[in-house]
C-alpha cells in the first residue's frame, strides 16, 4: 500500500472514532457530573492530561501570547479555559464535527465567541490567512502516522512557540492504551526520546525542550 492511501486510511479512521467519542471524551472534564468512582480513577489515570495543560498554559502566560491555535481541539475546554483565565485569542481546530459542535456550545453558552473561534477541519487540508504566536496539540500527534507533516504545516504559521504532547512508550500504562485503541480501530503510537530527537533534527529544528511529564512528553519548539 502506498503511504499516502496509509495516511489516509488512518486519518479517516482517527475522525470516526472521535467523532462518535465526543460525548463521551467531553465527560473526562466534567468533574462535578463524575460519580466518585469515576471521579478517582480518572484523577489517578487521566492526571497526565491535567498536567499537560497546566504546563502549556504556564508557558503561554509566560510567552505573553495572545493570539493561540489549538490543533485537535476536541471539545474546546482548554481554550475555554485559556480564554477566561489566560485572557487570550483561541482558534480550535478539530476535524470531528461532534467535537466542534460541543467547542461552540461551551463557547456560545459561556459568552465567549468574542475570543474563541471553532474550525471543522483536518489541520493538514485547512489555509490559515493569518499566523498564531503559540500553536498546541494536546493528545493529537500520537494519532498522525507522519508527525513531520504536520509540524511542517504548523511551522509555517506560527511566530513563537509550538508546544505538543506525545504518549511515553516506555510507560506501565502504554500496553492497555495500545489494547484498547486496537479495539477501538484507532491507530496511535508512542514514543521515545530519540525519536523526538530524530524528527525535529530532520526538520532542522534544534531550539527545544523535551519536558518529561511521566506519561507524556511535552515537546516545546522555540522560533
Ligand atoms: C484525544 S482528543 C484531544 C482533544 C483535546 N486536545 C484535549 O486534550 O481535550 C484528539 C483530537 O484530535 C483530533 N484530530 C485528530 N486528527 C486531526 C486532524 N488531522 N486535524 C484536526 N483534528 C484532528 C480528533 O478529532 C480529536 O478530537
Partial sequence: MNSIKKNEESAEAVKFFFDGYAEKFYSIYLEDQKN????LIDRYLRYSMFLRFQKVSEIIK???SSEVLDVGCGPGWHDFLLAKYNNVNVTGIDVAPNM???SRKLSSENNMDTKLEFIIA???DYQFDRDFDTIFALGVVEYFEDPESLINVLKDIVSKRILFSVPVENHWLTPQRKIRYKF???PLWFYNKSRINDILTNLSLSNYHIHDLGRDYLVEIIF
Fill in 100 to 102: 466542534i459542535k460541543i
Fill in 36 to 39: 466518585p468512582f469515576i471521579r
Fill in 122 to 124: 483536518d489541520i493538514m
Fill in 184 to 186: 477501538r480501530n484507532c
Fill in 62 to 64: 509566560s510567552t505573553s
